[in-house]
């Protein structure tokens, strides 16, 4: 069976698969001091939890917290005894090579969201990750990674707020019922819930219009289903994308592999 990891910014999510079926998926805090051990003791607990017991022979890991990969790639190897795929490492190998910039290190979350998208979805594409920040990732016709946009996140926007600005409290963001609001938690959430509506909007149409031609937008992330409330900003919501864009990967390299 495979363990995929995605380690972002806030949180990080394993998954295990027999074969394309994901078994269970678990989330816990991403904190760069945490060791095997203890990552063992958490992933361990909650599987005695959904009462699996799964035998693990495979591992891979997307990551965009470089210090908490050398961890992760001991508890794969003392626990699981396998050497983990880590993506953007150069023995983890992309179905489609990114076409950047020369030295550019691409976000391996992005890489294996253009992937996964491309896998479900053919080229041409503009995948919208509500993460930590909001990222619009472009993928060609062949499903190249080949640029995108980075934006704050919603929440870090909402914080942004709250800490500089010392009469604005902490709020959720949520989608408000009218636009203008008549208190100071219904104007932050209406400032930031329609200004990021406007944002996604007028980036996907600047996107669009730079490339001349039709692309179909993928939204993930947790704050996706927010935002399809209301306008058709997306043409698809894919709530487990980074997790296949890894079982693509994992797949890929093992097909190389022979």
Known sequence: MLLAIDCGNTN????????DHALCTMRTSTH??????????????????YKIDPEITEVIISSTVPRVVFNLRVFSDQFFNCRP??????????????????????????????????????????????????????????????????????????EALHMAAAALPHVDITKPQRVVGTNTVACMQSGVFWGYVGLVKEICARIKAERESPMKIIATGGLASLFAQTEDLFDVIENDLTMHGLTVIHKYNKEIAG
């Not at 993460?131 to 190249?144: L, R, S």
Request: charge should be negative.
């Open 12 to 19: 990080t999510v394993f998954s295990i698969y027999d074969g």
């Open 32 to 49: 760069h001091a945490r060791t095997a051990d203890a990552y063992f003791t958490w992933f361990s607990t909650l599987l005695n939890h």
């Open 85 to 158: 795929l880590v993506v953007g490492k150069p023995d983890c190998l992309l179905p489609t090579n990114p076409r950047v910039d020369e030295g550019t290190l691409v976000g391996p979350d992005r890489l294996v969201n253009a992937a996964g998208a491309y896998d479900r979805h053919g080229g041409n594409l503009i995948v919208v990750d509500f993460g930590t920040a909001t990222t619009f990732d472009v993928a060609d016709h062949d499903g190249a990674y080949v640029g995108g946009v980075i934006a704050p996140g919603v929440n870090l926007s909402l």
